[in-house]
Protein backbone atom coordinates (compact mmCIF):
# COMPACT_ATOMS: atom_id res chain seq x y z
CA UNK A 1 0.00 0.00 0.00
CA UNK A 2 1.33 3.24 -1.02
CA UNK A 3 2.48 5.47 1.97
CA UNK A 4 0.91 8.48 2.90
CA UNK A 5 2.28 11.75 3.71
CA UNK A 6 5.24 10.76 2.15
CA UNK A 7 6.53 8.63 5.04
CA UNK A 8 8.65 11.82 6.61
CA UNK A 9 10.62 10.95 9.72
CA UNK A 10 10.22 14.32 11.40
CA UNK A 11 7.27 13.00 13.49
CA UNK A 12 9.97 10.08 15.17
CA UNK A 13 13.26 12.10 14.76
CA UNK A 14 15.63 11.79 18.05
CA UNK A 15 16.75 13.96 20.48
CA UNK A 16 19.52 14.31 23.09
CA UNK A 17 17.06 16.97 24.91
CA UNK A 18 15.49 14.38 27.82
CA UNK A 19 12.37 16.90 27.59
CA UNK A 20 12.00 16.34 23.78
CA UNK A 21 12.14 12.74 24.66
CA UNK A 22 9.27 12.74 27.28
CA UNK A 23 6.84 14.92 25.03
CA UNK A 24 7.65 12.20 22.28
CA UNK A 25 6.87 9.33 24.36
CA UNK A 26 3.66 10.90 25.79
CA UNK A 27 3.09 11.66 22.38
CA UNK A 28 3.59 8.22 21.11
CA UNK A 29 0.91 6.87 24.26
CA UNK A 30 -1.44 9.51 23.05
CA UNK A 31 -1.35 8.08 19.22
CA UNK A 32 -1.47 4.26 20.70
CA UNK A 33 -4.54 5.11 22.12
CA UNK A 34 -5.82 6.46 19.13
CA UNK A 35 -5.07 4.08 17.04
CA UNK A 36 -6.48 1.07 18.91
CA UNK A 37 -10.04 2.46 17.73
CA UNK A 38 -9.31 1.89 14.40
CA UNK A 39 -9.59 -0.90 12.08
CA UNK A 40 -6.62 -2.58 10.48
CA UNK A 41 -6.78 -1.27 6.76
CA UNK A 42 -6.93 2.50 8.52
CA UNK A 43 -3.99 1.68 10.82
CA UNK A 44 -2.12 0.56 7.51
CA UNK A 45 -2.70 4.06 5.53
CA UNK A 46 -1.80 6.13 8.56
CA UNK A 47 1.20 4.27 8.92
CA UNK A 48 3.62 5.73 6.24
CA UNK A 49 3.25 9.22 7.56
CA UNK A 50 6.43 9.05 9.96
CA UNK A 51 8.36 6.53 11.72
CA UNK A 52 6.52 7.69 15.22
CA UNK A 53 3.54 6.61 14.03
CA UNK A 54 4.80 3.20 11.76
CA UNK A 55 6.20 2.44 15.56
CA UNK A 56 2.63 3.11 16.97
CA UNK A 57 0.98 1.17 14.14
CA UNK A 58 3.17 -1.91 14.49
CA UNK A 59 2.60 -2.12 18.61
CA UNK A 60 -0.81 -1.69 18.35
CA UNK A 61 -1.25 -4.58 15.39
CA UNK A 62 0.97 -6.96 17.86
CA UNK A 63 -1.66 -6.68 20.55
CA UNK A 64 -4.61 -7.77 18.67
CA UNK A 65 -4.11 -11.53 19.02
CA UNK A 66 -8.12 -12.56 18.67
CA UNK A 67 -9.57 -14.22 15.84
CA UNK A 68 -11.72 -12.45 13.98
CA UNK A 69 -14.51 -14.02 11.51
CA UNK A 70 -17.12 -12.62 8.94
CA UNK A 71 -20.06 -15.01 8.27
CA UNK A 72 -22.67 -14.19 5.80
CA UNK A 73 -26.17 -16.05 5.05
CA UNK A 74 -28.66 -14.77 2.87
CA UNK A 75 -32.36 -16.13 2.50
CA UNK A 76 -32.55 -15.18 -0.98
CA UNK A 77 -29.53 -15.74 -3.14
CA UNK A 78 -31.68 -16.01 -6.50
CA UNK A 79 -31.54 -12.41 -7.32
CA UNK A 80 -28.11 -11.24 -6.50
CA UNK A 81 -25.02 -11.63 -8.94
CA UNK A 82 -22.44 -12.31 -6.00
CA UNK A 83 -21.97 -15.31 -3.12
CA UNK A 84 -23.35 -13.65 0.17
CA UNK A 85 -19.64 -14.25 1.71
CA UNK A 86 -18.03 -12.29 -1.25
CA UNK A 87 -20.27 -9.40 -0.87
CA UNK A 88 -19.89 -9.25 3.32
CA UNK A 89 -16.32 -9.95 3.00
CA UNK A 90 -15.63 -6.69 0.90
CA UNK A 91 -17.96 -4.69 3.07
CA UNK A 92 -16.69 -5.82 6.70
CA UNK A 93 -12.55 -6.11 5.87
CA UNK A 94 -13.17 -2.48 6.42
CA UNK A 95 -14.09 -2.73 9.82
CA UNK A 96 -11.69 -5.26 10.75
CA UNK A 97 -9.80 -4.55 13.45
CA UNK A 98 -6.85 -7.59 13.42
CA UNK A 99 -4.38 -7.97 10.11
CA UNK A 100 -4.77 -11.58 8.92
CA UNK A 101 -2.14 -13.65 8.07
CA UNK A 102 -4.03 -16.59 7.46
CA UNK A 103 -7.17 -17.37 6.32
CA UNK A 104 -9.43 -20.32 6.39
CA UNK A 105 -13.26 -19.89 4.63
CA UNK A 106 -15.87 -22.26 4.20
CA UNK A 107 -18.72 -21.96 1.90
CA UNK A 108 -22.00 -23.93 0.43
CA UNK A 109 -20.35 -25.89 -2.77
CA UNK A 110 -24.35 -25.47 -4.48
CA UNK A 111 -24.00 -21.36 -4.85
CA UNK A 112 -20.35 -20.75 -4.33
CA UNK A 113 -18.66 -22.51 -7.46
CA UNK A 114 -20.40 -22.62 -11.03
CA UNK A 115 -21.12 -25.42 -13.53
CA UNK A 116 -21.44 -24.20 -16.97
CA UNK A 117 -21.86 -26.13 -20.00
CA UNK A 118 -18.73 -26.66 -21.87
CA UNK A 119 -19.72 -26.33 -25.98
CA UNK A 120 -17.91 -27.66 -28.95
CA UNK A 121 -17.93 -31.37 -27.74
CA UNK A 122 -19.27 -34.09 -28.65
CA UNK A 123 -20.15 -34.91 -26.02
CA UNK A 124 -21.03 -31.56 -23.28
CA UNK A 125 -19.09 -31.53 -20.08
CA UNK A 126 -19.40 -29.63 -16.85
CA UNK A 127 -16.80 -26.91 -16.31
CA UNK A 128 -16.12 -24.95 -12.93
CA UNK A 129 -15.92 -21.58 -12.61
CA UNK A 130 -14.17 -19.84 -9.51
CA UNK A 131 -14.77 -16.64 -10.22
CA UNK A 132 -16.36 -16.42 -6.29
CA UNK A 133 -13.02 -17.46 -5.12
CA UNK A 134 -10.85 -15.40 -7.22
CA UNK A 135 -12.83 -12.04 -5.95
CA UNK A 136 -12.63 -13.45 -2.22
CA UNK A 137 -8.96 -13.70 -2.66
CA UNK A 138 -8.15 -10.15 -4.17
CA UNK A 139 -9.89 -8.89 -0.72
CA UNK A 140 -7.35 -10.18 1.59
CA UNK A 141 -3.72 -8.80 1.55
CA UNK A 142 -1.00 -10.25 -0.37
CA UNK A 143 0.80 -11.88 2.34
CA UNK A 144 -1.97 -13.10 3.72
CA UNK A 145 -2.48 -17.50 3.25
CA UNK A 146 -5.87 -17.93 2.31
CA UNK A 147 -7.25 -21.57 2.45
CA UNK A 148 -11.03 -22.23 1.16
CA UNK A 149 -13.20 -25.37 0.94
CA UNK A 150 -16.78 -25.93 -0.18
CA UNK A 151 -19.49 -28.39 1.12
CA UNK A 152 -22.89 -28.93 0.89
CA UNK A 153 -23.82 -27.34 4.10
CA UNK A 154 -22.55 -24.65 6.53
CA UNK A 155 -22.30 -24.63 10.58
CA UNK A 156 -21.73 -20.43 11.06
CA UNK A 157 -21.94 -18.19 14.00
CA UNK A 158 -23.63 -14.67 12.96
CA UNK A 159 -20.51 -11.66 12.48
CA UNK A 160 -21.19 -9.41 15.70
CA UNK A 161 -20.59 -10.72 19.18
CA UNK A 162 -19.10 -14.45 19.70
CA UNK A 163 -22.27 -15.33 22.27
CA UNK A 164 -24.50 -15.05 19.32
CA UNK A 165 -26.52 -17.89 18.26
CA UNK A 166 -24.80 -20.33 15.82
CA UNK A 167 -26.79 -21.27 12.79
CA UNK A 168 -26.44 -25.05 11.03
CA UNK A 169 -27.14 -23.99 7.03
CA UNK A 170 -27.63 -27.70 5.87
CA UNK A 171 -29.40 -25.81 2.70
CA UNK A 172 -28.75 -22.40 1.29
CA UNK A 173 -26.13 -19.73 0.46
CA UNK A 174 -24.10 -19.49 3.44
CA UNK A 175 -20.37 -19.34 4.82
CA UNK A 176 -17.44 -17.31 6.74
CA UNK A 177 -14.43 -16.39 6.54
CA UNK A 178 -11.84 -17.18 9.79
CA UNK A 179 -8.90 -14.44 9.99
CA UNK A 180 -6.23 -15.60 11.87
CA UNK A 181 -2.99 -12.27 12.61
CA UNK A 182 0.11 -13.31 13.24
CA UNK A 183 0.01 -14.52 17.34
CA UNK A 184 3.36 -15.07 19.10
CA UNK A 185 4.52 -17.95 19.96
CA UNK A 186 1.45 -19.83 17.54
CA UNK A 187 2.62 -20.95 13.74
CA UNK A 188 -0.60 -22.13 11.82
CA UNK A 189 0.60 -23.23 8.74
CA UNK A 190 -1.72 -24.38 5.45
CA UNK A 191 -0.87 -28.23 4.00
CA UNK A 192 -2.09 -29.29 0.76
CA UNK A 193 -1.22 -33.08 -0.75
CA UNK A 194 -2.67 -33.87 -4.02
CA UNK A 195 -3.30 -37.87 -5.45
CA UNK A 196 -0.85 -39.10 -7.63
CA UNK A 197 -1.25 -42.77 -8.87
CA UNK A 198 2.44 -42.63 -9.34
CA UNK A 199 3.14 -42.35 -6.12
CA UNK A 200 1.57 -44.16 -3.13
CA UNK A 201 3.43 -42.41 -0.58
CA UNK A 202 4.71 -39.23 1.02
CA UNK A 203 7.79 -38.66 1.46
CA UNK A 204 8.70 -37.52 5.18
CA UNK A 205 10.43 -34.00 4.11
CA UNK A 206 6.69 -32.90 2.67
CA UNK A 207 5.15 -33.41 6.03
CA UNK A 208 8.09 -31.92 7.93
CA UNK A 209 8.02 -28.87 6.11
CA UNK A 210 4.40 -28.18 7.18
CA UNK A 211 4.90 -29.24 10.59
CA UNK A 212 2.95 -32.28 10.51
CA UNK A 213 6.65 -34.66 11.37
CA UNK A 214 9.33 -33.68 13.64
CA UNK A 215 7.31 -30.93 15.09
CA UNK A 216 7.61 -31.24 18.89
CA UNK A 217 5.27 -28.02 19.59
CA UNK A 218 2.46 -29.77 16.64
CA UNK A 219 -0.83 -29.52 18.54
CA UNK A 220 -3.76 -29.26 16.34
CA UNK A 221 -4.61 -30.54 12.68
CA UNK A 222 -7.56 -29.62 10.57
CA UNK A 223 -7.57 -31.99 7.80
CA UNK A 224 -9.99 -32.14 5.01
CA UNK A 225 -10.17 -34.36 2.14
CA UNK A 226 -11.52 -33.41 -1.10
CA UNK A 227 -13.56 -34.55 -4.40
CA UNK A 228 -14.18 -37.26 -2.04
CA UNK A 229 -16.90 -39.06 -4.51
CA UNK A 230 -13.77 -39.83 -6.83
CA UNK A 231 -12.58 -42.97 -6.53
CA UNK A 232 -9.62 -43.79 -4.08
CA UNK A 233 -9.98 -40.70 -2.74
CA UNK A 234 -11.29 -42.05 0.89
CA UNK A 235 -8.48 -44.40 0.90
CA UNK A 236 -5.99 -40.85 0.39
CA UNK A 237 -6.95 -39.61 2.94
CA UNK A 238 -6.72 -41.96 5.08
CA UNK A 239 -3.03 -42.49 3.96
CA UNK A 240 -2.08 -39.08 4.44
CA UNK A 241 -3.37 -38.85 8.39
CA UNK A 242 -2.07 -41.96 9.48
CA UNK A 243 1.14 -40.15 8.78
CA UNK A 244 0.26 -38.85 11.80
CA UNK A 245 -2.24 -39.87 13.62
CA UNK A 246 -0.31 -41.70 15.96
CA UNK A 247 0.61 -38.61 17.39
CA UNK A 248 -0.32 -36.35 20.50
CA UNK A 249 -2.13 -33.56 18.92
CA UNK A 250 -6.35 -32.72 18.08
CA UNK A 251 -7.32 -34.51 14.71
CA UNK A 252 -10.51 -32.72 13.25
CA UNK A 253 -11.93 -32.60 10.11
CA UNK A 254 -13.62 -34.24 7.28
CA UNK A 255 -14.22 -35.28 3.47
CA UNK A 256 -16.08 -31.66 1.39
CA UNK A 257 -17.02 -30.98 -2.24
CA UNK A 258 -14.12 -28.91 -3.47
CA UNK A 259 -11.22 -27.17 -2.55
CA UNK A 260 -11.62 -23.50 -3.86
CA UNK A 261 -8.70 -21.64 -2.58
CA UNK A 262 -4.87 -22.03 -1.29
CA UNK A 263 -3.09 -19.05 -1.88
CA UNK A 264 -0.18 -20.41 -0.63
CA UNK A 265 0.75 -22.29 -3.39
CA UNK A 266 2.16 -20.44 -6.54
CA UNK A 267 0.90 -23.44 -9.23
CA UNK A 268 -3.16 -22.68 -9.83
CA UNK A 269 -5.48 -25.65 -8.39
CA UNK A 270 -6.16 -28.14 -10.25
CA UNK A 271 -10.43 -28.16 -9.46
CA UNK A 272 -10.50 -31.99 -10.30
CA UNK A 273 -7.91 -33.28 -8.51
CA UNK A 274 -8.16 -35.36 -5.50
CA UNK A 275 -6.55 -34.00 -2.47
CA UNK A 276 -6.17 -33.12 1.27
CA UNK A 277 -5.54 -29.87 2.84
CA UNK A 278 -5.64 -28.36 6.43
CA UNK A 279 -3.71 -26.44 9.14
CA UNK A 280 -1.84 -27.68 10.99
CA UNK A 281 -1.36 -25.20 14.65
CA UNK A 282 1.61 -25.45 16.39
CA UNK A 283 3.04 -23.50 19.57
CA UNK A 284 3.20 -24.82 23.60
CA UNK A 285 -0.30 -22.08 24.74
CA UNK A 286 -2.08 -23.92 21.85
CA UNK A 287 -4.83 -26.09 23.34
CA UNK A 288 -7.40 -28.67 22.06
CA UNK A 289 -10.23 -31.22 22.48
CA UNK A 290 -12.84 -33.10 20.61
CA UNK A 291 -15.54 -34.94 21.26
CA UNK A 292 -17.15 -37.60 18.65
CA UNK A 293 -21.23 -37.98 18.69
CA UNK A 294 -21.87 -41.07 17.09
CA UNK A 295 -25.08 -42.97 15.56
CA UNK A 296 -26.45 -42.62 18.97
CA UNK A 297 -26.24 -39.18 19.60
CA UNK A 298 -29.89 -38.32 18.04
CA UNK A 299 -31.43 -36.28 20.72
CA UNK A 300 -31.19 -33.17 22.35
CA UNK A 301 -30.32 -34.98 26.05
CA UNK A 302 -27.46 -37.34 24.16
CA UNK A 303 -26.21 -34.59 22.22
CA UNK A 304 -25.87 -32.27 25.92
CA UNK A 305 -24.04 -35.25 27.08
CA UNK A 306 -21.72 -34.91 24.42
CA UNK A 307 -21.09 -31.42 25.54
CA UNK A 308 -20.84 -32.11 28.87
CA UNK A 309 -17.86 -33.93 27.73
CA UNK A 310 -16.04 -31.25 25.99
CA UNK A 311 -16.69 -29.03 28.77
CA UNK A 312 -15.16 -31.37 31.06
CA UNK A 313 -11.56 -30.57 28.61
CA UNK A 314 -11.36 -27.27 30.70
CA UNK A 315 -10.46 -25.63 27.65
CA UNK A 316 -9.88 -21.95 28.40
CA UNK A 317 -12.61 -20.07 26.34
CA UNK A 318 -11.27 -17.06 25.96
CA UNK A 319 -9.29 -16.80 22.56
CA UNK A 320 -10.68 -20.35 21.77
CA UNK A 321 -12.91 -21.19 18.60
CA UNK A 322 -15.42 -24.22 18.15
CA UNK A 323 -15.37 -26.33 14.76
CA UNK A 324 -18.13 -28.84 14.58
CA UNK A 325 -18.12 -31.24 11.45
CA UNK A 326 -20.92 -32.94 10.84
CA UNK A 327 -22.49 -35.88 8.34
CA UNK A 328 -24.96 -34.49 5.49
CA UNK A 329 -27.33 -37.61 6.97
CA UNK A 330 -27.29 -35.56 10.51
CA UNK A 331 -29.04 -32.22 10.50
CA UNK A 332 -32.37 -31.24 11.55
CA UNK A 333 -33.71 -35.06 9.76
CA UNK A 334 -31.62 -36.65 12.07
CA UNK A 335 -33.32 -34.71 15.02
CA UNK A 336 -36.78 -35.37 13.96
CA UNK A 337 -37.10 -32.19 12.06
CA UNK A 338 -36.07 -30.47 14.91
CA UNK A 339 -33.04 -27.66 13.60
CA UNK A 340 -29.76 -26.56 14.95
CA UNK A 341 -30.11 -29.04 17.34
CA UNK A 342 -26.03 -30.18 17.97
CA UNK A 343 -25.14 -26.26 17.25
CA UNK A 344 -27.70 -25.16 20.33
CA UNK A 345 -26.05 -27.57 22.27
CA UNK A 346 -22.71 -25.93 22.16
CA UNK A 347 -23.83 -23.09 22.63
CA UNK A 348 -25.42 -23.76 26.02
CA UNK A 349 -22.52 -25.03 27.12
CA UNK A 350 -19.72 -22.60 25.55
CA UNK A 351 -21.87 -19.00 25.00
CA UNK A 352 -19.13 -17.23 23.96
CA UNK A 353 -16.93 -19.38 22.25
CA UNK A 354 -18.11 -19.46 18.39
CA UNK A 355 -18.72 -22.26 16.27
CA UNK A 356 -18.04 -22.71 12.72
CA UNK A 357 -17.87 -25.82 10.50
CA UNK A 358 -19.87 -27.56 7.67
CA UNK A 359 -22.20 -30.91 6.85
CA UNK A 360 -19.48 -32.93 4.76
CA UNK A 361 -19.81 -36.18 3.66
CA UNK A 362 -17.25 -38.17 5.96
CA UNK A 363 -16.16 -36.93 9.54
CA UNK A 364 -12.44 -37.25 10.88
CA UNK A 365 -11.71 -37.53 14.83
CA UNK A 366 -12.27 -39.18 18.27
CA UNK A 367 -12.74 -38.32 21.92
CA UNK A 368 -9.23 -36.33 22.70
CA UNK A 369 -7.87 -33.51 25.06
CA UNK A 370 -4.48 -31.99 24.86
CA UNK A 371 -4.64 -29.47 27.53
CA UNK A 372 -1.77 -27.42 28.45
CA UNK A 373 0.48 -29.64 29.92
CA UNK A 374 0.22 -31.14 27.05
CA UNK A 375 -1.08 -34.29 28.70
CA UNK A 376 -2.68 -36.39 26.02
CA UNK A 377 -6.45 -37.79 27.51
CA UNK A 378 -8.78 -40.24 25.96
CA UNK A 379 -12.30 -41.48 26.72
CA UNK A 380 -11.40 -44.49 24.93
CA UNK A 381 -8.60 -46.74 23.74
CA UNK A 382 -7.39 -44.86 20.95
CA UNK A 383 -7.47 -47.35 17.54
CA UNK A 384 -6.19 -45.81 14.35
CA UNK A 385 -9.72 -46.90 12.50
CA UNK A 386 -11.86 -45.17 15.21
CA UNK A 387 -10.49 -41.74 13.69
CA UNK A 388 -13.21 -41.97 10.12
CA UNK A 389 -16.90 -41.73 10.69
CA UNK A 390 -19.83 -41.75 8.86
CA UNK A 391 -23.30 -40.24 10.43
CA UNK A 392 -21.49 -38.61 13.32
CA UNK A 393 -20.40 -35.37 14.82
CA UNK A 394 -16.96 -33.86 15.48
CA UNK A 395 -16.86 -31.21 17.67
CA UNK A 396 -13.68 -29.20 18.71
CA UNK A 397 -12.67 -26.48 20.55
CA UNK A 398 -8.96 -24.54 19.75
CA UNK A 399 -7.53 -22.19 22.14
CA UNK A 400 -4.62 -20.08 20.84
CA UNK A 401 -3.27 -18.63 24.10
CA UNK A 402 -4.28 -15.50 25.76
CA UNK A 403 -5.46 -12.33 23.74
CA UNK A 404 -3.43 -9.96 26.23
Known amino acids: MERVGGGGDCCGSSSADPRSTFVLSNLAEVVERVFTFLPAKALLRVAGVCRLWRECVRRVLRTHRNVTWISALSADPCHLAQHCLVR ?8 VHILPQTVLYMADSENFINLEEC ?46 RPQEIEIGESGFALLFPQIEGIKIKPFHFIKDPKKLTLERHQLTEVGLLDNPELRVVLVFGYNCCKVGASNYLQRVVSTFSDMNVILAG ?36 TVLLNEDVN ?24 FMFACVGRGSQYYRAKKNVEADAFRKFFPSVPLFGFFGNGEIGCDRIVTGNFILKKCNEFNYNDLFHSYTTIMALIHLGSSK
Open 254 to 289: GQVDNLASLTSEKSPLDIDATGVVGLSFSGHQVQGA
Open 299 to 322: DEKTADAAMQRLKAANIPEQNTIG
Open 119 to 164: RGHKRARKRTTMGAAFALEKLFPKQCQVLGIVTPGIVVTPIGSRSN
Open 88 to 95: VVAEELEN
